[in-house]
């Protein structure tokens, strides 16, 4: 079955890492390797370079995860938890995918899927590996890493001769058949080796392990948790910690925690809190064991913690329940953490695991909590190279001999005003790109196809990066002519799909980006378009056209259809131009300096301007000469709230006038908002501006999670003062109070957002003005009087209203929408009347020759210096992509260089893969990589037993390769074989390059 792994024998192994390091530079993909040169510090009666690892979990289960732990910086490994029940048994009983990492991450895994005696192979294996590495390499003190079992689940079971054999075989491996595999090979090839001889190799200890962390399930009794570590400590004479879970610290606290960090949605009740161990016998417990191993001469502390079980309400695993960890785990291990040091004075050790990352591991060993191990933070997108980041953030950190009980209460305290542990008020928009995965030539830039308009932005942000403003600038103007307005005021969809934003909320810094370009580049680029002039297109040729509209719709028409060599002229109704960015959006979110420049960028291809003139009728303009009319009035009809009784301000009148200054003391000291938009959300905050107006509320008929406006405009909101009153529909204002129905949240209805019910009940809120923020409409009169149909909204059919040479483009196409979609629609219309393209850069995104540059700022976590707020922070996903190879615990999916292909390839190795699912979270695209990929197959059994697309190698040197049309005999030697040249070329590539991936 392709969820099977099948162990690599050591000798495949080796060839694999000494051949990929020697040609490529790397070890199972990890290009980060790190070198150790400051010493070791002591742990038990071994010594640690570094005090991380992978924690026992997915990234510590094959050979292959540990050595790619190990050469990115690693040097403690809490091995992958054995148990009496494995392989085929326990597989049966774990749903596939189990990991799902997106956010905080959550498994439905628990102990090793591989055989005991198998797992104890990978764990000699890896050790072999890593002390020859250690030396061939320079990676460091061949001594200077320690493995650490993890065994479970009771005391019967770790007592049966299949894990008592295993730990007997960490202890001393010297009787076992798999170090003797290792010793013997390693003698075999010293000719592969510079720096390892003999000598060496037979030194090698085979005590591979003198320490334990005891897993035990959820509801084990505390009699039962202190005998099965009194049995390892005085039968077994291991260093033993005991794993402890969140649960200590009680429902109610759990509960309020999470809720008050935004995690509210974590579904668990109480079960687990009242069946796990308790604070009062745990205590006297811990006492115990510290003063038994004390007298063996051992060392005995906790590990904090494990993960946390919730309930699967989202469908985000195919389990009843799964188990939480990551950064929401943060908040309750890290106070578990300072209760049990508070108790315990800090004389006991602990050992950490819970949402330690870059960002905090620093504090965390600066608070003498040791060794530090990790999970979820290397299954997101940069895997094991994280590590790497880690190390360096390490380096020089004093170490201390016991825990530093207040630094370790200021950690804790901490939480409550760190962003890192707070969920964002709204879901996120889903990072996913609504198209099926390719079986080749995969890499894209998820931010262009993210964003309307299809900015150019990985080419932007390299020259942006590099200090060529006025270069970027070019690129951006490309496609945006609105660069100053979409660089202050773009909600920017583009980063709801960059990679970066799976883990720093911001995603690269692409608005920021733009807004730089324009402000260092627009003199130079205005001067090169006065020197060059228009791009004239032969579609644009003997037009006139007419844009009624001198707003973001307006502009863009002009300026595209301008550089074109068509012949423009806006008809604004105002005295200026620049719509609901000038006349509406307060200045405090964007300056009349910026709008002006932008004006000036849409003009400066020759667009006529007539200010103060209102068109009624297209008609007359057809009748002036004109080809073709763009309509570009905007939405600026009032929406209504629709009160039963008394007065509401339309929010754009309200906008309008605090913009001119005109006096509002009128509104008295409440006012309401009725809505839930940015609209709204820029109301509220100009109200609370104004003098005389003490409280500002934005009364919303659902929840906060639901409401329309941007996380960014909400927060902003929230953070100056204003109130949000949720889940209240108004029904009439009179004498200063708003009465409301009181609502609660019902089916979700056709958005996805659940309906808002009313209970009966009525709630008053103070209110001495309404102002309507709920939607403008689309005024009708053009569009009647040219003859055009419009939807129930008022919307034509599209940018081609049908009714010839009349167009729409903007909020009079669509209803209220982003500036960035008016763009888009100014796109079409000068692509649809003119046969304008904008692809001049397209090409520009794929930066070939720069790929070094992209693996380089992989895996690495902005931490706020200033190397970081310099980058935009880019990854170059459509020169380098690899998120799956990135984020695969088993190294299953490789990125390979094929000759005669633009783009690295993605091969899947079946025998390498559990189908835990975690590739698929992450590709940008709607597949899963562990399924949809070019697949290669080690058996004939494995791909049998398994539908994807791939490939086997058979011993007459052909291929066997099966795609969606059927399955063959292929020699991919020859072009003509009926192969796609893609899936040939990998192929070859593949055998003549990649032949360690072979089965041997």
Known sequence: MSDIMRPIPFAQLMDWILTENAEKGSIFGIRKIVRHE????????????????????????????IVASYVAGARFFELKTVQVMDGEELSRCVAKPCIVA??????????????????????IKAWWACKLLARELGLGDPDGFVFNMSVGYD????????????????????????????????????????????????????????????????????????????????????????????????????????????????????????????????????RRLMALAQERGLAFGVKLTNTFPVDVTRKELPSEEMYMSGRSLFPLSITLARKISE???????????????????????????????????????GGYERFSQIAHVLEGAERKSTVDVAAVVALDESVATDHKYAKPIKPAPAHKLDWPLPLTNCFISPCRNGCPIEQDIPAYLAAVDEGRLADALAIIAERNALPFITGNLCPHPCGTKCMRAFYEPEGAAIRAS????????????????????????????????????????????????????????????KESLGGVARHIIPAFRISDEDI??????????????????????????????????????????????????????????????????????????????????????????????????????????RTKRYMPA?????????????????????????????????????????????????????????????????????????????????????????CETGVEGVWAAGDCRRGPARFVDAIADAQEVARKMCGVDFSKYTAANVRAGHESDCYERKGDLRLGCAGCQKSSGCLGCATVCEACCDVCPNRANVSITVPGLAQHQVVHVDGMCNECGNCAVFCPWSGRP????????????????STNQGFLAQPDGSFLVRLASGIGAYDVDDASCGLPEEVRLTIKAVRDSYAYLLAK
């Open 710 to 798: 941007d996380e960014e405009e909400l927060a902003e909101a929230l953070s100056e003062g204003v109130e949000l009153c949720e889940l209240l529909a108004p029904k009439g204002v009179a004498d200063g109070v708003l009465t409301c129905d009181v609502m609660e949240l019902g089916e979700p209805d056709e958005s996805g957002r659940r309906s808002p019910v009313a209970t009966g009940k009525t709630l008053e809120v103070p209110a001495t003005a309404v102002i309507c923020a709920v939607g403008e409409k689309i005024e009708a009169g053009i569009y009647e009087a040219a003859g055009v149909q419009t939807d129930r909204r008022g919307r034509p059919a599209g």
């Open 930 to 945: 562990f399924k949809d990929k070019l697949t290669l197959f080690w058996s004939a059994e494995d791909m049998g037993n």
């Open 38 to 65: 400051g010493g070791a510090e002591p742990i038990f009666a071994e010594k640690i370079e570094t005090p991380f690892g992978p924690a026992a979990g997915p990234n510590s289960q094959l050979t292959q995860n």
């Open 596 to 701: 002006d420049r932008d004006v000036e960028l849409c003009r400066a291809f020759g667009a006529e301007v007539k200010l103060g003139v209102e068109v009624a009728d297209v008609a007359e303009l057809k009748a002036d000469g004109y080809t073709d009319v763009v309509v570009c009035t905007g939405a600026w009809a009032p929406g209504h709230v629709g009160l039963e009784y008394g007065d509401e301000i339309d929010v754009l009148d309200f906008l309008a006038a605090a913009k001119s200054g005109l006096d509002l003391s009128t509104l008295g000291t409440d006012v309401v908002i009725v809505g839930a938009g940015n609209t709204a959300m820029d109301a509220a905050r100009v109200a609370k501006r104004l003098p005389g107006v003490q409280n500002v509320r934005i009364v919303y008929r």
């Open 102 to 123: 997106e956010d905080e991450c959550y498994n439905c895994e628990w102990s090793t899927e591989l055989e005991v005696p198998q797992a104890m192979a990978e764990y």
């Open 514 to 573: 733009k807004l730089k370009a324009a402000r260092g580049g627009i003199d130079e680029l205005l001067a090169t378009i006065k020197a060059e002039g228009t791009q004239a297109v032969p579609g644009a040729e003997g037009k006139n056209v007419a844009v009624i509209g001198g707003g973001p719709a307006g502009l863009a028409c002009a300026f595209f259809l301008t550089r074109a060599g068509a012949k423009v002229t806006i008809f604004e109704r």
């Open 155 to 286: 005391l019967a079971g770790i007592q049966s001769p299949k894990v008592d054999a295993y730990i007997e075989g960490m202890k001393d491996a010297s009787g076992t058949a798999v170090w003797a595999e290792c010793r013997d090979w390693a003698l075999a090839n010293l000719d592969r080796f510079q720096n390892v001889d003999a000598d060496f190799v037979n030194s090698v200890s085979p005590h591979v392990s003198a320490s334990v962390t005891e897993s035990t399930l959820h509801g084990c009794p505390p009699d039962e948790i202190e005998r099965i570590a009194t049995y390892l400590i005085t039968e077994k004479g291991l260093n033993t910690y005991v794993k402890c879970n969140p649960t200590l610290l009680g429902y109610d606290y759990a509960r309020e925690r999470l809720n008050g960090l935004g995690f509210d949605y974590i579904a668990f009740d109480d079960r687990h809190f009242r069946e796990d161990l308790q604070w009062g016998d745990a205590v006297p417990m811990f």
């Open 343 to 381: 108790e315990f004075d800090g004389k006991l050790r602990i050992s950490y695991s819970g949402g330690a990352d870059a960002q905090n591991i620093k504090s965390l060993y600066g608070a003498g909590i040791w060794p530090i191990t990790m999970a979820t933070t290397v299954l997101k997108p």
